[in-house]
Structures are given as C-alpha cells and as structure tokens.
C-alpha cells in the first residue's frame, strides 16, 4: 500500500512574504477556502504575531475554515512565549488547530543572528516547546536553515524538542542552498532516527528555490522517507520562493511507480486555485510555469502538434483534464504543420474539402500567420471565404458579414471623465461608438460593446511587457464570460490601448465562432 503524504500549504503565510503580495481578511479566508477544497491536509494562515491584521485574518481563517476536523490550522511563531501565545489565540478556534514555531539551527543562525551558543538556542527551543505543548497537542517545530546546519547538533536538536514533545518536525533548506542528493541522503538519515525515537512524529521538509531546485529536494526528500511537504501555490514565496504545490504534486502523481506514495489534493482543483492565488495577490505566473502557467499546456510547434493529434501521449505527460483544464491548446502560429491547420478546420466544420482546395487555404493562413502573433478560429473564418471568393464564388459564404474588425480609436484619460471612441468594421459595414467609463479601458470596452451588442462580462484583464525599451510590445489577456461559456483572448501592440481593444474584439468573436458552430451556418460550412 501507498504511504501517505501530508500536503502543508504556507501559501497565506510565506508566499504573502513577496513584496506587494499583502492580502485582506476576506482574501485570506477565500484562499483558505478553496485550499481546503483542493484537498490539503494543514493550512499556515499567517503569522499572527506581526500584526493584529494578520492576527484577525488568521483567527478567521480557524473560525471559517478550520471548522470541521478534516483539516489542520496553522500559524507561525518564533520560540518565544509572546509568539505561541499569539499563535494559540488565533488557532484554537478551529477544530484541529497546531503551533507552528522556528528556530535556526545553523551556526550562521545560531552565532551571528542569536549572538547566543549552540546550548543556550537548544535549551530556548525545548522550553518553547514545552510551553506550547501546554496550550496545544500538536507542535510542530522547524529547524531553520537546516540545510547548513551541523548534522550531529541537528538532529540533537530534533531528539530534544521531541521529547518535549513536539508532534512533527519540519526541516527547512531555508535558503535554496541544498541539492537533492544531498538533501536526500539528509533526511534519509534523520528518518532512519526518528522512527526509532518515536514513529508517530512526522518528518517534513520546506524548500526555497534559489538555485531553482525546491521541488527537486522535496522529491528527494519524499523519495527518501519525508512524511510531509510544504508547499505554496505557485511557488511563491520569500526571494524566488517555494517548492510549487502544484509541480510537487503532479511529479508525485505522475511519477507513482517511482515515488509509491499518495496525496489527499484533488489535482482538479489546481487550476482554480493557483488562478485565485494569481490574482488576489496580483503576481502573474510565468506564462512557461510547470502546470499553471499559460503554456504548460499549449502547444505551437507543427512537429510536436502533429504528434499530439496523432497521440496525446508523445508530447503529453499530464493531461490538461487532470488539473482542471479542459483540454490542450493548439494554438495555431507561423509554425503550425498542415495537421493542426486542418484538425482546427475540421472542428469548425470544413471536412469535405478537397486536397488542392486545402492547400490553397493553408497558403492563405501561413500569410495571415506571418503577421499576426496566433491565428484565432475566426481568422480561419474569413480565409475559408476569402479562397472560395477568389477560386469558386459558388461556395462562397458570407462569413466575414459575422465578425468585428477593429479600425481606429481614440482615448482620453484624465481624472474626472475619461472617454474612448471607436471604429469597428463588420464586413463592409463600419460602425462608430463613445462611450465614457470610470477609466480609459472601461470606456473603450463601454465603447465596443455599445457596437457588438453582445452580453459579455470580464472577468479577467492581464497586461504584460514582453520586450524592453520605448516601443516594447503590450501583451493584454483577458478572459470574459457569456452564457456560462469563459472565452480568452489574447493580443500584443505596441499602443496597450489598441491591444486592449484588438484582445477584447478576438473575445468577442470567439463567441461568434461558439454560435456559428451551433447553427446551421455549421451545416453549410460541412458541405463545402
């Protein structure tokens, strides 16, 4: 049988370390939330004693969240007795509650952050967990800076605060400065002793990623009899942060028959919440993120496109489903093979064209694909059209009469009234619209629906550089809703206004696209 490994998540409290990543009491409890629904066994929620603020969002957190047993709630604390109590008056709401506590063990820590000696840190760490032991049954006590640390006084350290009575101990490679076979053999060895000492303390690790190895040294540390991870969604978390949840738990998954051990997370789940996690702390993920980010499971190269369509599992090791997405994306560029070019056809309908009739439309794609960044469903539209316009006006459907087309804009911005004006083409139709908003993008959007007519609520709206220097690239994503449906889109200029407008018109057709293929506008395009 699997062993069991117990899934620690510090995202509300290390991961809120990043700079400008603070979160209210309502952000705190919403994350708890939907942690508690991916499945993790043990939430930090913060570190009460920093603030009163965090202090009241941690005791929420216990009070909202912790209010049933299948979960653990945490805080941090420092080995002092104003700490734990600071810890224990804001978990003791929820129904498991823990004291967390840290204390360097490294003679870096020990000697030149304490200014104290080896002893006096050892016999500081054992009275605090005595204390805590008085208030909790479960302690848990880390080890900082473990990783660097002199082996012998470690785990003298670890034998001290368990018989004291601590309940799990937490070995942190506090700095990224580890390397998994190292860590590996590390934890190997501590393991070894605490089954001896005593079987039902839990071993667990907490790994930076400074030198980017974070996940790696959880793994190995796993691999090497660690009982629980710590983790942030992400990988967040102070400096280059943490070992991702995300990363750590699909390896785990993915790579079973290596590691023989099983999670509680509901993998399904991930997206959602590294989604959530995103944008309540306004930190982007980087958009090549193991799992989470935008292209962990887009694929634009024509070989390895041509390989997933003829099976998934020659470039895909993870499916998309698996973590809450619906599927791969094939996101048709300059570098897309006919393959892809035509599944995505097919999709829309166009399954009866003949060979030269294919060729001739895919010449037209590589020339619209060498201007444009990606090539959306609709663009495949009006290439559709414009080949039968040039080469046999009998099938010829009028399907650039359906899309919009950005022209022109103009946008004021100022303080007290901004305005945007718009000129959108839908076939040979042109369409102009004003509108005013409480900011130059509420007013160009205000402005462009006004035209389209169409129901659509944003929900998401990302801006991003994607080069340097006065005519770097803005790169805008957004992702409305319509009729219980989320459409994305994407589109880059140098002008974010004008890629603003053009990401919100490829969204807006998105939905034309989603209606034609529901209509009988579908069963014509079969029959081409």
């Known amino acids: 049988m699997s062993r069991k490994i117990w899934v620690f998540d510090t995202t509300l409290r290390d991961g809120e370390q990043v700079p400008g990543a603070k979160l209210n009491l309502y952000e705190k409890v919403e994350i708890a939330q939907q942690l508690k629904k991916l499945g993790v066994g043990i939430i930090e929620a913060g570190f009460p004693a920093s603030s009163q603020g965090d202090f ?259 470039y895909e090791i993870v499916h998309p489903e698996d973590v809450g997405l619906d599927d791969m994306e094939l996101i048709l560029t ?19 064209m003949k060979p030269e009739e294919f060729e001739g439309i895919f010449e037209g794609f590589l020339t619209l694909a060498d201007m444009k960044k990606e090539v959306y469903d609709h663009d495949l539209y009006i290439i559709v059209e414009n080949y039968y316009e040039k080469h046999d006006k009998e099938n010829v459907t009028n399907y650039s009469g359906h899309f919009f087309e950005f022209e022109d804009l103009q946008v004021v911005s100022n303080s007290s009234f901004p305005s945007a004006s718009v000129k959108i083409r839908k076939g040979e139709e042109i369409f102009q619209s004003s509108a005013v908003g409480t900011g130059p993008i509420d007013a160009l959007y205000s402005a462009v629906a006004e035209i389209t007519k169409i129901q659509v609520k944003l929900i998401g709206y990302d801006i991003s550089s994607v080069s340097r220097g006065k005519d770097a690239l803005g790169k805008v994503k957004i992702t409305i809703a319509h009729e219980g449906e989320n459409y994305i889109a994407k589109a880059a200029d140098t002008d974010i206004l004008k890629a603003s407008a053009l990401a919100y018109i490829n969204a807006i057709n998105s939905v034309i696209v989603a209606k034609i293929k529901g209509t009988s506008a579908h069963k014509l395009a079969v029959n081409i």
Request: aromatic letters at 6%.
């Open 334 to 352: 300059a570098r897309s093979g006919r393959h892809a070019v035509k599944n995505a056809l097919e999709k829309l309908g166009f399954t009866h």
């Open 56 to 314: 009241e969002a941690v005791k929420a957190v216990a009070q909202r969240v912790g209010n049933t047993n299948d979960i653990m709630i945490t805080a941090l604390a420092r080995a002092v007795q104003a700490d734990i109590d600071s810890v224990y008056h804001a978990v003791k709401y929820a129904e498991n509650p823990m004291i967390h506590m840290v204390l360097g063990t490294s003679d870096i820590h020990v000697e030149k952050k304490f200014n104290k000696s080896k002893d006096q840190i050892l016999q500081l760490g054992v009275e605090a967990v005595k204390y805590a032991k008085t208030l909790m049954p479960q302690v848990q006590y880390s080890t900082e800076d473990a990783s660097r640390s002199e082996f012998e006084y470690l785990w003298h350290t670890i034998e001290s605060v368990v018989n004291a009575g601590a309940t799990m101990i937490n070995v942190p490679d506090t700095v990224g400065f580890a390397e998994p076979e190292e860590f590996g053999a590390m934890i190997y060895k501590l393991n070894d002793r605490m089954k001896n000492l005593n079987p039902d303390v839990l071993l667990s690790v907490h790994c930076h990623n400074d030198l980017g190895m974070a996940t790696a040294n959880t793994l190995a540390a796993v691999k090497n009899g660690a009982d629980k991870v710590e983790c942030t969604m992400n990988g967040i978390g102070e400096r280059a942060g943490n070992a991702a949840l995300e990363e750590v738990v699909m390896a785990l998954k993915t790579r079973s028959s290596i590691y023989n051990v099983r999670t509680q997370i509901n993998t399904k789940e991930i997206m959602n919440t590294s989604r959530l996690v995103s944008s309540f702390m306004g930190l982007d993920v980087q958009v090549n993120k193991a799992i989470t980010g935008d292209n962990a499971f887009a694929h634009s190269s024509g070989i390895h496109q041509d390989g997933l369509l003829k099976s998934r599992d020659a």
